[in-house]
């Protein structure tokens, strides 16, 4: 999987566990990789990235369960990785985030409004 930043453009703003977390300040959305290497589900990393995120640990997130199926969206990037990419994605909310897992691995992370009106604040 690449990992050089949104194609875009995008700077580095954490290491989410070991995996880069970057910042693309035209789309305002975060985005990090499923690395193929660790074997790691993709609700893993989900969970890391938007902890990361939001500066909270994973145990404090929204229950993940509430917003997707975490085995039916393992089994869907496990078709896709069997698979040539397709331009595949499936997005839904979570923990105040619109998420979009990409057939390629990237995770686009992008901060939806809080319920008092003011948006995730920037990474600076």
Do not use: K, N
């Not at 690395?35 to 404090?60: F, N, R």
Request: charged share 20%; with cysteine.
């Amino acid at each position: 999987m690449a990992t050089d930043g949104p194609t875009g453009g995008g700077r580095r703003v954490d290491d989410a566990a070991g995996r880069p977390v970057y910042y693309d300040d035209c789309a305002g959305t975060y985005h990090s990789w499923v690395d193929d290497a660790v074997c790691e589900p993709v609700s893993t990393t989900l969970l890391l990235v938007v902890s990361s995120i939001q500066g909270v640990d994973p145990l404090e997130l929204d229950d993940l369960t509430a917003a997707v199926d975490p085995d039916a969206l393992e089994s869907l990037f496990d078709h896709w990785q069997a698979g040539t990419e397709s331009g595949a994605t499936v997005s839904f909310t979570f923990a105040q985030c619109t998420v979009t897992v990409h057939d390629t691995g990237e995770l686009v992370v992008e901060p939806v409004e809080r319920s008092s009106g003011d948006d995730h604040a920037a990474p600076t």
